[in-house]
C-alpha cells in the first residue's frame, strides 16, 4: 500500500531510544540488576539490592481538570476530580528524579496541563533542570504555550489535539469551553507562537475515528472524511506535522486497547478510506510540513495488530517510564488511574526515602504485574522494546558488545 511502512515511527522506536547514549548506561544498570536478581533466585542466593528504579521519562498529568467534553475521550472517568498537586512537592519530586537520571517529561493527558496554575513557570522549571518537556494540549489556551514558548528548545515539542478539519466537526466532537471556540481561532495561534520560538515543533493530532466507536454509551463522531482536509489546514497554518493515530477505547480491565472488530459496516472498506485519506493527506507534505502515520496506525492497517499483543510476562518498561498523574503513579500510560497498575501516591519520589519505598513498589509489579495476561488485548506500542529487554536479560549476551546510538534529543519514552 502507498505510504505504508512496517517499520515504527521514529519516536515510537523506543529500543533505539534505549541503546541512545546518555539512556544506555541507565538500561545498563536495569539489565544487570535483573540478571542478578534472577541468578539470586535460581541459586538461592540473597537477592541483590533493589537500586533506585526511577524511570527515565514520564508523563506528567499535571492536573485532572479539563474544559472540553470530547465524545472519544480515553480519560473521561477521571477528569475533573478533586485531587491536586502541591506545586512545591511537584517540584521537588522533578528535582528528585532528573537528580537520579530522568531525562524527559510529557505534560499530557487526564485533563488539560494549561489549566494547571502556573504552568508556565512549571515549563520554566522543568527546563531548567535541564529536562526535555512536550505538551500535549487541547489548544484552548494557546496564550499559555506563546508564554511558555521562549522556553522550548530543540527536540521539546508541542502537539495539539483536534481531531477534525471543519469547525462544527471540531466542536461536535470536543464540546469545548466557550461552546464558540473554533479550529479557525485555535490555528490562528500557531503563526505567534513560531515567531516568538522557531526551535521547537508544534504538531496537529489527529485520532481517526469510526461508526460503532464508544465510549462508555456514547457513540463517538466519525472523522474520517476529513483526513485530507485536516492537513491542508495543518500545513496553511504553518504547523510542523500532523499526526494520525486510531482512536482506542477503555477495557473492562481498565486497559487502553484499540478494539477495530467494533467497526461498523465493511472493515476493509473502512481501512480503504483511512488509507485514501492519509495518501491524500500526503500532497500537502513539503520541506516545512510532514504527514505522520502512528505506529499502531501502521498496525492497524496492515491487520498485524495482533502481533502487538502478545507480551512477555515481566513489562520491563514499567520500570522507565511511568505516569504520574493527581491519583498516583502507575507503570504505564495504558493504566493512567488503574488500581492495580499503581506504583505510589501522587507525592512518588520526593525525597531519597520516598525513591526507596517507590523503587520496591516497582520491583513489586515487576514480579506480580503479568503482562502476558493484563495486557493480552493492548497494541502495545512497547511490545518490541519489551522483547529485546528480556531476551536481553535472558541471554546473557556482553552488554559492552551492544552497539549504542549517537545521543540525540528524542529521549521521550
Ligand atoms: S506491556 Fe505494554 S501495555 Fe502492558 S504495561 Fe507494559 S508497556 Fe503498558
Known amino acids: 500500500m502507498p505510504g505504508t511502512s512496517r517499520k515504527a515511527e521514529s519516536i515510537h522506536d523506543f529500543t533505539a531510544k534505549l541503546r541512545r547514549q546518555g539512556m544506555w548506561n541507565s538500561v545498563r544498570d536495569y539489565v544487570e540488576w535483573q540478571r542478578a536478581l534472577r541468578h539470586a533466585r535460581r541459586t538461592g542466593a540473597p537477592e541483590p539490592t533493589v537500586p533506585d528504579l526511577v524511570p527515565l521519562s514520564i508523563n506528567l498529568d499535571l492536573t485532572t481538570a479539563c474544559n472540553y467534553k470530547c465524545d472519544h475521550c480515553i480519560d473521561w472517568d477521571i477528569l475533573n ?40 513557570d512549571f515549563v520554566r522549571y522543568l527546563k531548567e533542570l535541564r529536562l526535555q518537556v512536550s505538551v500535549v494540549t487541547n489548544g484552548s489556551r494557546n496564550h499559555k504555550i506563546l508564554e511558555a514558548a521562549a522556553w522550548f528548545e530543540e527536540g521539546d515539542w508541542v502537539r495539539l489535539s483536534l481531531d477534525s478539519g471543519r469547525n462544527d ?25 513560531k515567531a516568538a520560538n522557531g526551535r521547537f515543533q508544534i504538531g496537529y493530532s489527529f485520532i481517526i475515528t469510526w461508526k460503532g466507536g464508544t465510549r462508555d454509551d456514547v457513540k463517538v463522531v ?8 485536516a492537513a491542508k489546514r495543518a500545513s496553511e497554518a504553518g504547523f510542523d506535522y500532523i499526526s494520525y493515530k486510531p482512536f482506542l477505547e477503555r477495557a473492562e480491565t481498565g486497559s487502553e486497547v484499540m478494539d477495530p472488530d467494533k467497526i461498523e459496516g465493511h472493515m476493509a472498506e473502512v481501512m480503504r478510506r483511512i488509507r485514501e485519506g492519509v495518501d491524500a493527506a500526503r500532497q500537502y507534505e513539503g520541506p516545512q510540513f510532514s504527514v505522520r502515520e502512528s505506529t499502531n496506525l501502521r498496525m492497524l492497517m496492515q491487520n498485524s495488530w495482533r502481533d ?62 503479568d503482562a502476558r495476561e493484563n495486557c493480552k488485548d493492548v497494541t502495545c506500542l512497547y511490545n518490541e522494546t519489551n522483547w529485546w529487554l528480556e531476551r536481553l536479560i535472558e541471554s546473557g549476551e556482553d552488554l559492552d558488545a551492544v552497539p549504542t546510538l549517537p545521543h540525540n534529543r528524542d529521549t521521550f519514552l
Open 169 to 193: 466537526t471540531f466542536q461536535r466532537m470536543h464540546h469545548p469551553s466557550p461552546s464558540t471556540l473554533t479550529l479557525d481561532e485555535i490555528c490562528s495561534w500557531i503563526p505567534k507562537i
Open 308 to 369: 502487538y499483543t502478545h507480551q512477555p510476562r515481566v513489562c520491563h518498561m514499567q520500570a522507565l517510564r511511568q505516569v504520574l498523574s493527581p491519583h498516583g503513579m502507575f507503570n504505564c500510560p495504558a493504566y493512567r488511574g488503574v488500581g492495580f497498575a499503581r506504583i505510589g501516591d501522587k507525592d512518588v519520589f520526593r525525597d531519597p526515602q520516598s525513591v526507596r519505598d517507590a523503587s520496591e513498589m516497582v520491583k513489586a509489579l515487576l514480579d506480580n504485574f
Open 222 to 229: 466519525e472523522n474520517i472524511g476529513e483526513i485530507e482536509l
Open 81 to 120: 476530580a478533586k485531587v491536586r498537586y502541591e506545586d512545591a512537592v511537584l517540584r521537588a519530586q522533578m528535582e528528585e528524579m532528573a537528580a537520579r537520571g530522568m531525562r524527559s517529561v510529557i505534560l499530557i493527558g487526564g485533563g488539560e496541563p494549561t489549566l494547571y496554575p502556573g504552568f508556565v
